[in-house]
């Protein structure tokens, strides 16, 4: 599994968690296993291979710091989502752009422009073009006025 899978697994999961009142660990546990993924590869290629630790590490870190830090990064999202109400975006866009934003803001060995292309790249696969310029707005803004690129 290479790093853009496991970033999108936890954009997945970063989802999930906008249905689910289950504690974060006890979501990741039940997720992160084997069986888990055999089960899900049916319906998503992208769960063909279970992630290895690094990867589970890497997948746990993005979605316990999205958790904890959902409502800084929906400030970013409504701050720079001119004519959206925050109501308007979509889940999955919003999954999309915490985990950007979260890798940016408190990842510093993945390079900034890496977080946006591979947001940009994911959100192609599930939302409209529209969807993905303003995804892709976003995190342009962000990155030029949070954090100085």
């Known amino acids: 599994m290479v790093r853009n899978t496991a970033r999108e697994i936890a954009i997945h999961l970063s989802y999930e968690l906008s249905f689910t009142d289950k504690p974060i660990d006890t979501l990741l546990d039940e997720r992160l296993t084997a069986d888990t993924f055999a089960t ?8 063909t291979e279970a992630p290895n630790s690094k990867q589970a590490v890497y997948i746990r870190r993005l979605v316990k710091g999205v958790r904890e830090h959902a409502a800084e990064l929906d400030g970013y999202i409504a701050k720079y ?3 959206w ?5 979509p889940l999955v866009a919003s ?5 950007s934003m979260y890798e940016m803001l408190y990842m510093p060995d993945i390079p900034n ?7 940009v790249e994911i959100a192609k696969k599930y939302e409209t073009p529209e969807t993905v310029k303003f995804i892709n707005g976003i ?11």
């Open 85 to 89: 109400s925050f109501a308007r975006i």
């Open 95 to 99: 999954a999309i752009m915490r985990v």
């Open 139 to 149: 995190l342009g803004s962000f990155v030029r006025q949070e954090i100085g690129e």
């Open 113 to 119: 422009g890496a977080a946006i292309n591979e947001a």
């Open 81 to 83: 989502a001119k004519g």
């Open 40 to 47: 899900l590869a049916e319906e998503d290629p992208i769960y």
